[in-house]
Each structure stands twice: as C-alpha cells, then as structure tokens.
C-alpha cells in the first residue's frame, strides 16, 4: 500500500497545492491528491489554478492574513513549476 507521502511524490504537486485542491473540492488530502495528479496529467492545470485562486479570494473576504500567504505562496510555485499556464500572475 502506499502511503500519503509517496502518492504526493508522485503527483507532481505540493502539500499546499494539494490542501488548495482539498479545500476548494472538498476532499480528504489523499483523494485530492488522486484529483490533483489527474488533472496535472490531462491538462487540467487551468483548473488547479482556478482552485487556489478560488480558495485565495475566500481568505482574503475572510481576513485569513496566514491561509492568503500560505495560498500566495502555493499560486507563485505552481504558477513556476507548470509554465504552460498563462493565467494570473499578480500575485
């Protein structure tokens, strides 16, 4: 059986990517990783940034000052790590 670990190795993604995915779908950490490395590999990297720009916005309306860093800061690795994505850069 694998573990969370080596499933999230080998999605391509970063925990914070992934508790971005989470949150926005609603699921457990390892289901999302599951959703989080198909859409990596069928072109569904639109759709991940659309989640953490999603959840983004729900802690700014909030005032989450820490959830926004940690979510800025998974936008900005992602953003890197998967060029193919021409979506916002102004964060």
């Given amino acids: ?4 670990e080596e499933c999230l190795e080998m999605s391509d993604l970063t925990p914070d990517e992934i508790s971005a995915i989470a949150e ?8 999302a990783v599951a959703l989080g490395h198909y859409l990596i590999t069928h ?12 959840d983004l916005e ?3 309306r909030c005032g989450d000052r820490h ?4 979510l800025t800061g998974a936008l ?9 994505q021409n979506g916002q850069r102004g964060y």
Avoid: S
Wanted: proline share 5%; net charge positive; charged share 25%.
């Fill in 43 to 54: 072109d569904g990297e639109q759709k991940i940034q659309r989640f953490i720009l999603d």
């Fill in 76 to 84: 900005r690795h992602f953003i890197a790590n998967h060029p193919q």
């Fill in 67 to 70: 959830k926004q860093a940690l």
């Fill in 24 to 31: 926005h779908e609603h699921l457990n950490p390892m289901i």
């Fill in 1 to 4: 059986m694998l573990t969370y």
């Fill in 58 to 60: 729900r802690a700014k």
